[in-house]
């Protein structure tokens, strides 16, 4: 069952646009956005299931140099 879901990241600073460069490398990635406001860049991922949502968080966004913090938002419904 495929997934979506949205990563809202807060960055170290001086490292928005290494963050952005390492997401642009991620090919689940549809949609990165540097935003103003409690996070500093906001990304969709589209995925075929949640153990590659897993493996997505825990093995490449953690390991990513400069993110801070990260809260996700897994899509339920779209209209």
Same mark, same amino acid.
Request: charged share 25%; proline share 1%.
């Given at each position: ?17 290494? =963050?952005?460069?390492? +997401?642009?490398? %991620? /090919?689940?990635?549809?949609?990165? #956005? !540097? ?7 906001? =990304?969709?991922?589209? +995925?075929?299931? %949640? /153990?590659?949502?897993?493996?997505? #968080? !825990? ?21």
């Amino acid at each position: 069952m495929a997934v979506s879901a949205y990563f809202m990241c807060k960055v170290f600073m001086g490292y928005i646009q290494d =963050v952005v460069e390492a +997401l642009r490398g %991620l /090919e689940t990635a549809t949609s990165i #956005t !540097v935003t103003t406001g409690e996070f500093d860049i906001i =990304v969709r991922f589209d +995925l075929p299931d %949640l /153990e590659a949502l897993y493996d997505l #968080t !825990v093995n490449h966004i953690g390991k990513i140099k400069g993110m801070e913090s990260v809260t996700t938002a897994v899509v339920e419904k779209e209209f």
